[in-house]
T-cell receptor, first 118, second 108 residues
Framework: GAGVSQTPSNKVTEKGKYVELRCDPISGHTALYWYRQSLGQGPEFLIYFQGTGAADDSGLPNDRFFAVRPEGSVSTLKIQRTERGDSAVYLC????????????????FGPGTRLTVT | GQNIDQPTEMTATEGAIVQINCTYQTSGFNGLFWYQQHAGEAPTFLSYNVLDGLEEKGRFSSFLSRSKGYSYLLLKELQMKDSASYLCAVRGTDKLIFGTGTRLQVFP
C-alpha cells in the first residue's frame, strides 16, 4: 500500500473495556506518531516512535494509554479501562527520520480510527 | 507554554482569494506546516516554511515571519473543493503542535 493504514476504522466499546488500535506506516518511514483529534479541534500529540523506541511519550494523557512498535514498523496504541472522555479520532502519521530531508520531513496521516466509548 | 492561534471559521466566494492567519508561541521552532483536512478525512500536507518569506505552490502560498511568530496561508482562485479545515502546525523538536484549525466554506 502507498499510504498509512489504520484499523479498525471505527470502534465502539463500553466504558471500562480494553481496546487496541493498529497503525501500518509507509514503508521506509522510521518515524511514527500517534495523535488524538476531538471534534472541532486540531490533532493533539500523544507519542512519537523513532524505530522501535518511544522517543517522546509526553502526550500520553495517563497510564491507561500505552503504545508499542516492536519491529519498527506496525504500531499498536492500547487503551485500558476506557472512559467516555477517550472518545475521539485517533490518527497515526509516519515520516522519514526528522532532519533527513530539507523539506521538513512532512508527516503523512492515516485515515484514523474513530473510537466511541459508551 | 505552547499556543497556536488561528480563526475558527472563514467564508469566501468561488474564484476569490482568501488568507488564513496563524500566530504561534512555542518553546522551540523547527518549521511551520499547513495541512488541509476535509470532514471525516485525514489531514494532508500543503506547505512547509522554516525560513522567513513566501513559499508558492500553485494556487497555494504560505508565508512565515519567525520574528513575529506569524504565518499565513493564501489560497487563490478558490474552488468549491477548497471547502475544508486548514490546520497550522509548528514543529518543536520532532512532534507537531497543531492549532484548532480554520474551517473555510467556499460559496458559489
Amino acid at each position: 500500500g502507498a499510504g498509512v493504514s489504520q484499523t479498525p476504522s471505527n470502534k465502539v466499546t463500553e466504558k471500562g473495556k480494553y481496546v487496541e488500535l493498529r497503525c501500518d506506516p509507509i514503508s521506509g518511514h522510521t518515524a511514527l506518531y500517534w495523535y488524538r483529534q476531538s471534534l472541532g479541534q486540531g490533532p493533539e500529540f500523544l507519542i512519537y516512535f523513532q524505530g522501535t523506541g518511544a522517543a517522546d511519550d509526553s502526550g500520553l494523557p495517563n497510564d491507561r494509554f500505552f503504545a508499542v512498535r516492536p519491529e519498527g514498523s506496525v504500531s499498536t496504541l492500547k487503551i485500558q479501562r476506557t472512559e467516555r472522555g477517550d472518545s475521539a479520532v485517533y490518527l497515526c502519521a509516519s515520516s522519514l527520520k526528522p532532519g533527513t530531508s530539507g523539506r521538513g520531513d512532512e508527516q503523512y496521516f492515516g485515515p484514523g480510527t474513530r473510537l466511541t466509548v459508551t | 507554554g505552547q499556543n497556536i492561534d488561528q480563526p475558527t471559521e472563514m467564508t469566501a466566494t468561488e474564484g476569490a482569494i482568501v488568507q488564513i492567519n496563524c500566530t504561534y508561541q512555542t518553546s522551540g521552532f523547527n518549521g511551520l506546516f499547513w495541512y488541509q483536512q476535509h470532514a471525516g478525512e485525514a489531514p494532508t500536507f500543503l506547505s512547509y516554511n522554516v525560513l522567513d518569506g513566501l513559499e508558492e505552490k500553485g494556487r497555494f502560498s504560505s508565508f512565515l515571519s519567525r520574528s513575529k511568530g506569524y504565518s499565513y496561508l493564501l489560497l487563490k482562485e478558490l474552488q468549491m473543493k477548497d471547502s475544508a479545515s486548514y490546520l497550522c502546525a509548528v514543529r518543536g523538536t520532532d512532534k507537531l503542535i497543531f492549532g484548532t484549525g480554520t474551517r473555510l466554506q467556499v460559496f458559489p
